[in-house]
């Protein structure tokens, strides 16, 4: 009866940990509190994933530009008048930003996007980093043997849904119920944990999802209270049952038991995120500043930046949590730029960097402390696209570049080698999309690294770590 009941009970666990907690009216799926100050590690560290969802086009993202290689992006690039995708050159109205590594890629030369000057001005002042051409794989592949399918391919690539769940779990199944950034607070909260090591700001993630802790969701603006506990039901005054003792009354059957456990603890980690976590504007964490949209103009609330304020104000409540080691997840969409590239990508790109500047303000003086050594950021996203248009944007692709940004990353440097530009080199797979040259297990594991885990654990959360002989691709400071 007891491995029944606790088959039940397992059950409940899980479809409460896959509840989406941004749609329910308080994030039911916390899991258990346990003690926050178990976590052992002397400093504090902090990792925050922004996934670009859609499958950002890292071509016009991070560009090269030596002569040969931007007179055969113009080319392939500059599709019509009116639908061209090809940036303007460095020095014209709205041109590329160039930027200098400090590691020479043979003569060759790079920029930025237009819109990502503030991105530009971290990678100058050596707290950002480029990893170049990063995709899903299980081990090293050549064009050939991709071609032939003589070494295991990621499944169903090109998909969206199948590859954000191989980024964000490169052990992952079909079904993918273990996420690496869950993973690394499984490791680091060891035997006990606290409702707040995993925090999204954007719904339920895969990236968060661990064997023991669970991912605390949060609103972007910050946690949602269970309201109306103690007032009477439906307005009727005469009640004398208040909300409270309802939803926390006692049950002998395990469904509702577990149930009512779950609750009880969402109501408890409300009182304490509240209380612990600093406020927004004055006295706590300044107000992001609106950012403008690069194509109309127009001042606007950046929804990445309210992400990564409530991250800040988190992580401004850490001492009061008891916590060492805390994962984040923010995200930003709509980078499934089939149509209408040019614009929509301008916008984008305009918020990642107004968001990645005021994160970057933000935490040199949290609580007057400069937490930017203890905090590291990266992106992800489904895929990069291909370099060929389609028109007036891009299709799915694979590799794509990526951005580390913090005080603890090796700076001003782009890490692994850029790919050549254009189409029929060895590392297309078809109209230009990348053949990765560096995995998301390698690229995990210098985080995991960094963030404290041995080669043993890193191995535990990359299985397939073992089929790279670069486990550590150097972008972090020891």
């Known amino acids: 009866m007891s491995q029944h009941n606790q088959s039940r009970r397992d059950f409940v666990s899980k479809m409460l940990a896959l509840a989406g907690g941004s749609s329910l009216p308080f994030s039911i799926n916390l899991a258990a509190m346990g003690s926050a100050a178990a976590q052992t590690a002397s400093d504090y560290k902090a990792l925050v994933c922004v996934f670009l969802n859609g499958g950002n086009d890292h071509f016009n993202t991070v560009l090269t530009t030596d002569s040969e290689s931007w007179n055969l992006y113009k080319r392939l690039r500059s599709t019509s008048e009116a639908g061209s995708i090809a940036l303007p050159a460095a020095g014209a109205a709205?041109?590329?930003?160039?930027?200098?590594?400090?590691?020479?890629?043979?003569?060759?030369?790079?920029?930025?996007?237009?819109?990502?000057?503030?991105?530009?001005?971290?990678?100058?002042?050596?707290?950002?980093?480029?990893?170049?051409?990063?995709?899903?794989?299980?081990?090293?592949?050549?064009?050939?043997?991709?071609?032939?399918?003589?070494?295991?391919?990621?499944?169903?690539?090109?998909?969206?849904?199948?590859?954000?769940?191989?980024?964000?779990?490169?052990?992952?199944?079909?079904s993918g119920d273990f996420g690496w950034g869950g993973r690394l607070a499984d490791i680091i909260a060891a035997s006990t944990s606290s409702a707040f090591t995993a925090v999204s700001t954007s719904g339920n993630a895969l990236f968060l999802s661990g064997r023991k802790v669970r991912q605390y969701q949060i609103n972007g603006s910050g946690p949602i209270a269970v309201r109306n506990l103690d007032a009477p039901i439906f307005g009727a005054p005469a009640s004398s049952v208040p909300l409270r003792q309802i939803a926390t009354a006692s049950f002998s059957d395990p469904i509702p038991k577990e149930h009512v456990a779950v609750t009880s603890r969402a109501i408890d980690s409300y009182a304490t995120i509240s209380t612990a976590m600093l406020p927004a504007g004055a006295g706590g964490v300044p107000d992001p500043t609106p950012y403008i949209n690069p194509v109309t103009g127009a001042a606007a609330v950046n929804p990445l930046a309210v992400q990564l304020q409530t991250v800040a104000r988190i992580i401004g409540g850490r001492n009061a949590l008891g916590l060492k080691r805390q994962v984040f997840y923010v995200s930003l969409g709509s980078f499934d730029t089939h149509d209408f590239q040019s614009n929509r990508q301008a916008d984008l790109l305009a918020r990642l960097a107004h968001a990645m500047a005021y994160f970057d303000t933000s935490l040199a003086s949290l609580q007057g402390t400069d937490m930017r050594r203890q905090v590291t950021t990266f992106t992800a996203s489904d895929f990069g696209r291909t370099f060929t248009s389609n028109g007036d944007g891009t299709d799915h692709g694979w590799g794509s570049h990526h951005f580390v940004f913090g005080a603890a990353v090796k700076g001003r440097n782009i890490?692994?080698?850029?790919?050549?530009?254009?189409?029929?080199?060895?590392?297309?797979?078809?109209?230009?999309?990348?053949?990765?040259?560096?995995?998301?297990?390698?690229?995990?594991?210098?985080?995991?690294?960094?963030?404290?885990?041995?080669?043993?654990?890193?191995?535990?959360?990359?299985?397939?770590?073992?089929?790279?002989?670069?486990?550590?691709?150097?972008?972090m400071a020891a």
Not at 150 to 162: I, K, N, T
Not at 440 to 469: C, E, H, K, M, R
């Open 415 to 475: 890490y692994g080698i850029m790919p050549p530009v254009g189409v029929g080199h060895d590392l297309d797979v078809g109209s230009g999309a990348l053949l990765p040259s560096i995995s998301v297990d390698q690229y995990g594991a210098t985080l995991a690294s960094w963030f404290g885990l041995s080669p043993t654990q890193i191995t535990d959360v990359f299985p397939n770590i073992g089929n790279f002989s670069v486990r550590n691709l150097g972008f």
């Open 94 to 174: 709205g041109g590329i930003l160039p930027i200098t590594p400090v590691t020479s890629q043979g003569g060759r030369s790079f920029a930025l996007h237009p819109s990502m000057l503030p991105v530009k001005h971290l990678f100058d002042s050596a707290r950002a980093a480029i990893v170049a051409n990063v995709g899903t794989l299980i081990r090293p592949t050549t064009l050939a043997q991709y071609n032939a399918g003589a070494v295991p391919l990621p499944p169903r690539l090109f998909s969206h849904s199948d590859q954000q769940a191989l980024w964000q779990s490169p052990q992952a199944s079909s």
